[in-house]
Structure formats: C-alpha cells, structure tokens
Nanobody, 121 residues
Framework: QVQLVESGGDLVQNGGSLRLSCAAS????????MGWYRQAPGKQREWVAG???????NYADSVKGRFTISRDNAKNTGYLQMNSLKPEDTAVYYC???????????????WGQGTQVTVSS
C-alpha cells in the first residue's frame, strides 16, 4: 500500500510564498515522475508542474518563473516552492506520483488528498 500526503498549504497574502511537500510512504520500490496539480472552485483540475526521476522539470506557463518543483529521492518526498503568489493561484493543490511497489513492479499513479492554498488580494 502506498500513501501520498501533502502539506504546507496555507492562507497567504498576494506576493507571498509557500512551500508544499508531498511525502510518499509504504512499500515503495521506486518513484518515477512526480507532479503537482491544482483545482480551483468551479474549475477543472489542471497540471502545474512535473519532475522526472532524473530531475528534469516542466511547468505550466501560468507558474513558470514563480514556482519551482523539486524532489528528495532519499526521503521519497516532492516539493513545490511557490513564490510571488497571486489570488488566481488559490486552489487545492494535489500531488501525483508514479510509483512501483515492492509487491508489483508495474508503476501506477497515486494521488494525495490535497492541500488548500489561498492567496488573499
């Protein structure tokens, strides 16, 4: 069994910063790609940023230059550093990781429960 737990969401002012964490636990053999998504009220979930197992990163245009995705493979944890936050960044942020378990080496996508980020104007 694998669990992803996000943390770090909070209420911040326009222009502020937050760092989200995504900790994976359980019978993990390997973690391939990790990514962050967000869903604002009344909107569809959208991709924000991704990072490969080798550390290659990609970002949505809306966050490029403001957000930084990273990972600590030794800790099975991913991060999203968010700077220059704007009210339009307000959403529930979800972590997704493609994980192969020790029981089944075939990788599956796992999602966290989400963490709320609210940016006040």
């Amino acid at each position: 069994q694998v669990q992803l737990v996000e943390s770090g969401g909070d209420l911040v002012q326009n222009g502020g910063s937050l760092r989200l964490s995504c900790a994976a636990s359980g019978s993990i053999f390997s973690i391939n790609a990790m990514g962050w998504y967000r869903q604002a009220p009344g909107k569809q979930r959208e991709w924000v940023a991704g990072i490969t197992s080798g550390g290659r990163t990609n970002y949505a245009d809306s966050v490029k230059g403001r957000f930084t995705i990273s990972r600590d493979n030794a800790k099975n944890t991913g991060y999203l550093q968010m700077n220059s936050l704007k009210p339009e960044d307000t959403a529930v942020y979800y972590c997704k990781a493609t994980i192969a378990t020790k029981r089944s080496l075939y990788p599956y996508d796992y999602w966290g429960q989400g963490t709320q980020v609210t940016v006040s104007s």
